[in-house]
């Protein structure tokens, strides 16, 4: 059974980088079948997808916040990054980690999802 | 705001079947793109419902089932249960953003 699950800091002020972490298991990230996505969902707003990658290093990326964001995988941990610079306080969301199959576009599974507040 | 529309919220009885809409435009779901569909209740993970626009993942009941019509698609949800009170989201990929949308997502109530 394929799991993913966030991890990273709460809380992030303005200007800095959000990094986060999503810990795969039962599937290693070098199996190019699949991209490692990240998707966020700002309180009482929609689904935002931020971008994915693929062992290999294929990346790709929302063009809203393409200059921001970096995305690498961990193949000893087994794990995926995000990397997104420059926040504010419209960069506060839940954030989820979600696999996608290559070529197909639905994300399954996805992960519990990390609150993450940008604040002084 | 999101790229493709929902409405806010559905009810039906217990027993009843719903439907959701998802409109989009010649970008996305109009040309083509895959729909898929998730269902979200608060505090759990989202789970994958409709695959490729009417594909039911293993495990999903056939009470759950996806069509897709020009600009749109359907969720529909026979013989209505409790147990399916959760918000339901669309998503598609978008060509003119070259991005993966959503939809804004439907708050389902069993009355």
């Known amino acids: 059974q394929v799991q993913l699950q966030e991890s990273g800091p709460g809380l992030v002020k303005p200007s800095e980088t959000l990094s986060l972490t999503c810990k795969v298991s039962g599937v290693s990230v070098t199996n190019r079948n699949y991209y490692w996505g990240w998707v966020r969902q700002p309180p009482e707003k929609g689904l935002e997808w931020i971008g994915d990658?693929?062992?290999?290093?294929?990346?790709h990326k929302s063009p809203s916040l393409k200059g921001r964001v970096t995305m690498s995988l961990d193949t000893s941990r087994n794990q995926a990054s995000l990397r997104l610079t420059s926040v504010t306080a419209a960069d506060s969301a839940i954030y989820f980690c979600?696999?996608?199959?290559?070529?197909?576009?639905?994300?399954?599974?996805w992960g519990q999802g990390i609150l993450v507040a940008v604040s002084t | 705001q999101s790229v493709l529309t929902q409405p806010p919220s559905v009810s039906g009885a217990p027993g009843q079947r719903i439907t959701i809409s998802c409109t989009g435009n010649s970008s996305n779901i109009g040309t083509g793109n895959a729909v898929h569909w998730y269902l979200h209740l608060p505090g759990t993970v989202p789970k994958l419902l409709i695959l490729r626009d009417s594909e039911r993942p293993s495990g999903v009941p056939d009470r759950f089932s996806g069509s897709k019509s020009g600009t749109s698609a359907s969720l529909a949800i026979t013989g209505l249960q409790a147990d399916d009170e959760a918000t339901y989201f669309c998503q598609s990929y978008d060509s003119s953003l070259s991005s993966y949308v959503f939809g804004s997502g439907t708050k389902v109530t069993v009355l």
């Open positions: 979600v696999r996608v199959v290559t070529g197909m576009g639905w994300f399954d599974p």
């Open positions: 990658i693929c062992y290999g290093g294929q990346t």
